[in-house]
Nanobody
Framework: QVQVVESGGGLVQPGGSLRLSCAASGIIFSSNAMGWYRQAPGKQRELVAAITSGGSTNYADSVKGRFTISRDNAKNTVYLQMNSLKPEDTAVYYC?????????WGQGTQVTVSS
């Protein structure tokens, strides 16, 4: 059974930082591309950052220079370090694991940036 579980969300002031974690089980983690997506109220889900099985990364323009995605294959975990957070970063953040035709989603973790 595949499980994808996010953690680390919360309330943070503008300019602050958070680190999200996503633990995956039931898959060959090292073979999967992993991604972080977010969905704000009334908006479509959008890609925030992704990392391939080989470690290549890409980011949405809106988070470049502020967010960093990384993975630890020994721990079956992917991280999203978020710095210089802005109110517009407020959203539910979802973790995605993808291998070919197979894709798995977590339940999401809320990130709220507000003073």
């Amino acid at each position: 059974q595949v499980q994808v579980v996010e953690s680390g969300g919360g309330l943070v002031q503008p300019g602050g930082s958070l680190r999200l974690s996503c633990a995956a089980s039931g898959i060959i983690f090292s073979s999967n591309a992993m991604g972080w997506y977010r969905q704000a109220p009334g908006k479509q889900r959008e890609l925030v950052a992704a990392i391939t099985s080989g470690g290549s990364t890409n980011y949405a323009d809106s988070v470049k220079g502020r967010f960093t995605i990384s993975r630890d294959n020994a721990k079956n975990t992917v991280y999203l370090q978020m710095n210089s957070l802005k109110p517009e970063d407020t959203a539910v953040y979802y973790c995605n694991a993808n291998y070919g035709l197979y894709t798995y989603w977590g339940q999401g973790t809320q990130v709220t940036v507000s003073s």
